[in-house]
């Protein structure tokens, strides 16, 4: 089972998919290069891209059902 892991490097935040911190930790070496790792947290077995894209759809759709009942503009 996969895995979505947020490794921070300074001001780096870099998300991955692994299937355990090593793996995630590689991906972040292959990727980045060989920056010092301050922290590695597992957030769990959904894609926080996923999350954020989700949350994104509901907001826009809320936003549609709004423009049905009231006669407001957009800035």
Same mark, same amino acid.
């Given at each position: 089972?996969?895995? #979505? &892991? $947020?490794?921070?490097?300074?001001?780096?935040?870099? %998300?991955?998919?692994?299937? !355990?911190?090593? $793996?995630?930790?590689? %991906? &972040? /070496?292959? +990727? *980045?290069?060989?920056?010092?790792?301050? #922290?590695?947290? *597992?957030?769990? !077995? $959904?894609?926080? @891209?996923?999350?954020?894209? +989700?949350?994104? !759809? /509901? !907001?826009?759709? @809320? $936003? #549609? #059902?709004? +423009?049905?009942? &009231?006669?407001?503009?957009?800035?």
């Amino acid at each position: 089972m996969d895995y #979505e &892991f $947020e490794i921070r490097s300074d001001s780096t935040i870099y %998300f991955t998919t692994a299937r !355990n911190y090593a $793996e995630a930790i590689h %991906f &972040f /070496k292959m +990727s *980045c290069g060989d920056l010092p790792i301050d #922290e590695v947290t *597992c957030v769990g !077995n $959904e894609s926080v @891209l996923d999350t954020v894209y +989700s949350h994104y !759809n /509901k !907001n826009k759709q @809320l $936003e #549609e #059902e709004r +423009s049905y009942y &009231f006669d407001y503009m957009k800035p």
